[in-house]
């Protein structure tokens, strides 16, 4: 069974930084892209980075583009996503997804962690 377990989230002030963990447990990790979704009060969820097995394709929407970085360790079937320049419209449930559609498995999602930026 795949398990992903989100690790790094909590309250920091405005500009500060904060890098999230995802580590997955089951299946071979290299075999899975992997993003980072947000959900924030009343909105829908959002696909802020994702990074394809390898580490060689990587996606950022545009509000993060230059302040977040996402990247993964195969060795350590973890992937991070490093926030910095942190702005209270980043306040939201970060969530941890693993994805290995394009080779026959399925999507898996973690339990998310909860970032707060204060202003």
């Known amino acids: 069974q795949v398990r992903l377990a989100e690790s790094g989230g909590g309250l920091v002030q405005a500009g500060g930084s904060l890098r999230l963990s995802c580590l997955v447990s089951?299946?071979?990790?290299?075999?899975?892209?992997l993003g980072w979704f947000r959900q924030a009060p009343g909105k829908a969820r959002e696909y802020v980075a994702g990074?394809?097995?390898?580490?060689?394709?990587?996606y950022y929407v545009d509000s993060v583009k230059g302040r977040f970085t996402i990247s993964r360790d195969n060795a350590k079937n973890t992937a991070y996503l490093q926030m910095n320049s942190l702005k209270p419209e980043d306040t939201a449930v970060y969530y941890c997804?693993?994805?290995?559609?394009?080779?026959?498995?399925?999507?898996?999602w973690g339990q998310g962690t909860q970032v707060t930026v204060s202003s």
């Open positions: 089951g299946r071979t990790f290299s075999r899975y892209a």
């Open positions: 997804n693993a994805d290995d559609r394009a080779v026959g498995g399925f999507e898996y």
């Open positions: 990074i394809d097995g390898s580490g060689g394709d990587i």
